[in-house]
């Protein structure tokens, strides 16, 4: 197990999940009621998948920092998809941060928290990381299905093309999708 592994994973996950704010900003900026259009398999609308996304970060980065979990998010205070993506920000950051605490030993460290039915849980920190990048895969498939069928798709969110453009190694250069090695920080 190599904390290298999960850091590269997250650095997709938060390029990834970049592209879906810029997208959902796009269709913010078109119309304003637009976050509250229907989202199937998400968390009912993309306002609300949005939010999800963000707060679940926030309680799996607590836990794994052996903290309690904070409140969740609610979407009723997130007027525009930039409130939401300066919170995703100051998550991304805390979780890069986090990460670059760990050593290769950590990853079996086995966490315990409370879970939101206020039952004991343990698991070890790399389940932990793991399910958050996993977590994140799905919400953001549901996303990027429904941002694409409102008009505003998120462009190519493939590991492999996210390995591409961060290595320069890509041919399929979609003018869409920014580059991840000058991500805003």
Same mark, same amino acid.
Not at 96 to 108: G, Q
Not at 116 to 129: D, F, M, S
């Given at each position: 197990?190599?904390?290298?592994?999960?850091?590269?994973? +997250?650095?997709? /996950? !938060?390029? !990834?999940?970049?592209? &879906?704010? !810029?997208a959902a900003a796009r269709l913010d900026e078109q119309d304003e009621t637009a976050l509250d259009l229907p989202l199937a398999g998400g968390y009912g609308t993309l306002r609300e998948t949005l939010t999800h996304l963000v707060s679940a970060q926030r309680v799996w980065l607590a836990r794994a920092r052996g903290e309690a979990s904070p409140p969740q998010l609610l979407a009723? #205070?997130?007027a525009t998809v930039s409130d939401?993506?300066?919170?995703?920000?100051?998550?991304?950051?805390?979780?890069?941060?986090?990460?670059?605490?760990?050593? $290769?030993?950590?990853? !079996?460290?086995?966490?315990?928290y409370v879970n939101?039915? #206020?039952?004991?849980?343990? +698991?070890?920190?790399? %389940?932990? &990381?793991s399910h958050l990048i996993m977590h994140t895969a799905q919400h953001r498939a549901e996303l990027a299905m429904a941002l694409t069928q409102y008009g505003v798709s998120p462009g190519w969110l $493939?590991?492999?093309? +996210?390995?591409?453009?961060?290595? #320069?190694? /890509?041919? %399929?250069v979609s003018p869409s999708v920014p580059d991840p090695k000058h991500r805003s920080q």
């Open positions: 197990m190599s904390i290298e592994y999960f850091r590269t994973l +997250y650095e997709f /996950t !938060a390029w !990834a999940n970049e592209q &879906l704010f !810029a009723s #205070g997130f939401l993506r300066a919170c995703w920000e100051t998550s991304d950051r805390e979780m890069r941060d986090f990460l670059a605490t760990l050593d $290769d030993d950590a990853l !079996a460290r086995p966490v315990a939101t039915q #206020g039952e004991p849980n343990e +698991y070890a920190l790399w %389940h932990i &990381l $493939d590991f492999s093309y +996210y390995l591409d453009l961060r290595d #320069g190694t /890509t041919i %399929h």
